[in-house]
């Protein structure tokens, strides 16, 4: 723009600033508040993307799932101090969100404030990416809810064992079905993933299978008792109901060794002529995927069972028909003992 012989540059911030409509200055809408969902990737809190810590360091508060801090924090010591370099690298107060907030108020907490504020969630891996169904629910629930009620949700993914797991040297485009394997107990050996392995055995794709992970809580544990089977209730949870708290169960991680080892017993409780797989069956058990410490080994069945991968999280690869760049790759894993 030209005036009296000189030449004067507007941005296009100061031309929409000078916008007159009216006579009177255009302003933007307010901007509604913000849920962010955020997933933390693998290896520990700095598996976060830019734009995930951009987010957070915006927000007023910011949750992390239990689940979460236990994966990202670790299952053994004092995690204070992790916490605390979580929460410098986020530049906020990290609150750790237990079954009260998350699942059993539904989240109400989280959506009251996210009506009046911004708040992030953080969530281990990706935040649809859960290997445990339950927890994939519970985000998807918190989402559609927030979302009822007029929140703006940003979803902010990052790294999930789902397509993380292709460090193994097997190519993600030739996985089949993913399953989880649960836990076996006294009175429960339910084998429904076995179908998933063998329809991914009989097109040749290779199957992931991510190892249960659960936390109990008093609910969880009375509905996964067989009151047919007359369970025997822990003292611990007996002690607590009489005195009216709530009882939490300790976490457990399935291990690779485990997996294999319920594997192997699925496949002799079918007796099956020809099994889609057997203890000479290739499979690849990953620890702690994403971490700078972070295990691979390849190996039958039979003898990865022995392997000390070492703590938390696994997975394990059931591996189907391999090209010639996938057995190159595999061999850099393959077990020598």
Not at 115 to 135: K, M, N, Q, R, Y
Not at 144 to 173: F, P, Q, T, W, Y
Not at 187 to 203: G, M, P, S
Request: with cysteine; aromatic share 6%; charged share 25%.
């Amino acid at each position: 723009m030209e005036a009296r012989g000189e030449t004067v540059e507007f941005t296009a911030a100061d031309d929409s600033d000078r916008r007159c409509r009216g006579g009177e200055l255009a302003t933007a809408p307010p901007r509604r508040q913000m849920l962010y969902i955020v997933g933390l990737g693998l290896g520990g809190e700095r598996g976060i993307t830019v734009r995930g810590l951009d987010a957070v360091r915006r927000c007023a508060r910011v949750y992390m799932e239990a689940r979460t801090a236990l994966l990202t924090l670790g299952v053994g010591g004092d995690p204070s101090s992790r916490l605390t370099k979580l929460e410098n690298l986020c530049g906020n107060e990290v609150t750790v969100a237990g079954r009260e907030i998350v699942e059993e108020e539904s989240g109400d907490q989280i959506l009251r404030e996210a009506t009046g504020a911004d708040i992030a969630f953080l969530v281990v891996g990706h935040p649809f990416g859960s290997d445990e169904p339950s927890s994939k629910a519970t985000h998807t629930d918190l989402v559609v809810r927030a979302k009822n009620m007029g929140i703006e949700v940003k979803v902010i993914d990052s790294a999930s064992v789902l397509n993380a797991v292709v460090a193994c040297g097997l190519e993600l485009h030739r996985y089949g079905e993913a399953l989880t394997i649960p836990f076996f107990t006294e009175t429960c050996r339910r084998d429904h993933f076995n179908q998933a392995i063998v329809n991914n055995r009989w097109l040749g794709l290779h199957t992931l299978c991510l190892l249960h992970s659960p936390c109990f809580s008093l609910f969880d544990f009375f509905s996964s008792v067989d009151i047919y089977a007359k369970e025997p209730i822990p003292e611990s949870l007996i002690r607590g109901l009489r005195r009216g708290n709530k009882v939490y169960e300790p976490p457990r991680f399935m291990t690779a060794n485990t997996a294999i080892s319920q594997l192997l017993e699925v496949l002799e409780m079918r007796g099956e002529p020809e099994p889609a797989y057997d203890e000479h069956s290739l499979c690849i058990g990953v620890a702690r995927l994403g971490s700078d410490d972070e295990k691979i080994v390849a190996g039958p069945m039979r003898k990865l069972v022995d392997v000390d991968f070492g703590p938390p999280p696994h997975c394990l690869v059931i591996v189907g028909e391999t090209t010639k760049v996938e057995e190159e790759m595999l061999e850099f894993y393959m077990i020598r003992s």
